[in-house]
């Protein structure tokens, strides 16, 4: 999948080509507090138009395995 139509991976919210850990911190900070813009475009791992819990269990669980 891309983000926003590009090459990237929906998660990698620093951009920075990987899915880790750092990734997952973002999205925890964006939930919980003004996210950016491109916030949805970038953290919505599962495609359904939210960031919430089940983007950070995605992302979880692709980082665990």
């Known amino acids: 999948c891309g983000v926003c139509d590009g090459d990237g991976a929906n998660g990698d919210t620093n951009e920075d080509g990987a899915l880790n850990v750092v990734d997952l911190v973002i999205v925890v900070d964006w939930i919980l507090s003004d996210m950016p813009d491109n916030a949805l475009c970038l953290a919505d791992v599962n495609n359904d138009g ?16």
């Open 50 to 65: 939210l960031i919430n819990v089940t983007d950070i269990v995605w992302l979880v669980d692709y980082i665990i395995y």
